[in-house]
């Protein structure tokens, strides 16, 4: 017969996975953070005598929850001031060196993911980064299990359409980034023009809170300027630390002291082809800690 003390134990030993389960769903480790302890008050509540599975049941309540939040984030989405970005994660070097880990908790893709309906996202999330068979998934959603099939095939259709195509390796990488970082602290135009590719794509989040461009800013000389004139302008004193965010290389700007805000970049063919500048402090709660994820 299973104790309150044994249904803890399961919990905490897959927390860290239901944790990555919600945060790869909803972009947010606020929200993720609350879809956890929803899941708890249901788990402790169920006759686990009769569960075969706990971390599919695990799974299935936290996928549920996650569900249930982002089609409510979706409206509170739409009269969201500015553009939208996902909540940034600091991140250990171990999910660094997990390519599929890393991979799946990117900002690269969790920026694909965004443009999913939610029972599309629940979908490929669950299927391509944590292997959950379809007859699972399909509990997990309320569909039967050929229906989540064919939902599974068009989003990845989607994402492989839209998530970057051409990679780098991880020391490229954080070349191309460290040089963008020597050049924003010197704002060096002529240094960022270098390592901007001609089609970037810079996007800065305020959530209305901070000063951020409300649209996108395209092209390379617009994006330079605009990080020189806009980011830098005011600051006595400017520094850029590195940081790894969502399992890879990132940057933690402080300005005149104080945290400002944090970049991922985008690196393809040595060249940074996306900027995402997450100044929102509501969407910075996270940042200080290192969070552990995990896809097992």
Avoid: C
């Amino acid at each position: 017969m299973s104790t309150p003390v044994d249904a803890t134990e399961t919990f905490v030993r897959h927390r860290n996975l239901l944790f990555t389960v919600a945060y790869e769903m909803l972009g947010s480790a606020a929200d993720a953070e609350d879809v956890l302890q929803e899941t708890w008050l249901r788990w402790v509540r169920a006759d686990l005598d009769q569960v075969d599975d706990r971390r599919a049941y695990l799974v299935r309540i936290t996928t549920r929850q996650a569900l249930n939040r982002l089609r409510s984030l979706e409206r509170r989405r739409e009269s969201y001031v500015g553009s939208w970005l996902p909540e940034p994660l600091l991140t250990a070097p171990d999910v660094a060196a997990d390519v599929e880990l890393a991979d799946s908790v990117s900002m690269g893709l969790m920026l694909v993911l965004e443009t999913l309906s939610p029972t599309e996202r629940a979908v490929f999330v669950l299927r391509e980064a944590f292997g959950i068979s379809y007859a699972e998934i399909a509990a997990a959603v309320d569909k039967s299990p050929a229906a989540v099939h064919q939902i599974a095939s068009r989003a990845r259709r989607h994402v492989q359409e839209r998530r970057p195509r051409r990679t780098v390796s991880a020391q490229q990488a954080e070349a191309t980034i460290d040089a963008f970082r020597r050049a924003l602290e010197t704002r060096d135009l002529r240094g960022l023009l270098a390592v901007l590719a001609p089609d970037v794509v810079a996007v800065s989040d305020g959530g209305g809170i901070e000063q951020a461009n409300p649209r996108p800013v395209l092209g390379a000389d617009k994006v330079s300027r605009f990080i020189v004139g806009g980011l830098t302008r005011h600051a006595a004193t400017m520094t850029v630390e590195p940081a790894l965010v969502n399992g890879g290389p990132g940057l933690a700007v402080f300005i005149d002291g104080k945290r400002d805000g944090v970049l991922t970049l985008r690196v393809e063919d040595d060249r940074i082809t996306g900027i995402y500048y997450l100044r929102n402090p509501q969407k910075l709660t996270h940042i200080d800690t290192t969070i552990p994820l995990t896809l097992r």
